[in-house]
């Protein structure tokens, strides 16, 4: 079984992830604070749950200035394994244009009687959109 992939909970754990991720992408706003819509383009195997910003598509980050800077996203759920998870994404700017995008998993706790899935590591990038 891939890790986080059972379906009946895939909803549950996108709309989880989500609210725990919102907050944690923004950066402080400046007078010269410029929005970016970001796309993820990565890899995704079937029926994997990823805990990520991008679950529902393109994000909205605010950067302090016109320049990109390097981000880490943390989203943290529970999942139907019996475990909690951290999923930690890192987005390194190439250019002016474009990150390096690379995703992480750490099990930070399960039940005794816990079964964890397996970890979904993957890479790709995230492009400006607008």
């Known amino acids: ?17 989500a609210m725990t991720s919102i907050g944690a992408y923004k ?17 995704m195997l079937p029926n994997a749950i990823y805990l990520s910003a991008f679950s529902d598509g393109d994000i909205d980050v605010t950067f302090p200035d016109s320049h990109l800077h390097a981000l880490t996203i943390s989203t943290r759920a529970r999942v139907a394994d019996g475990c909690r998870w951290l999923g930690t994404e890192k987005l390194t700017p190439m250019n002016d244009q474009t990150f ?9 706790e399960c039940d005794a009687d816990a079964t964890p899935w397996f970890k979904t590591p993957r890479t790709g990038t995230v492009t400006v959109v607008q």
Do not use: Q
């Open 1 to 17: 079984m891939d890790a986080l992939s059972t379906p009946v909970f895939r909803s549950f754990l996108v709309a989880a992830a």
């Open 27 to 43: 950066v402080a706003t400046h007078d010269s604070s410029v929005t970016h819509r970001l796309s993820l383009h990565a890899r």
């Open 100 to 108: 390096y995008y690379e995703y992480s998993e750490t099990i930070l």
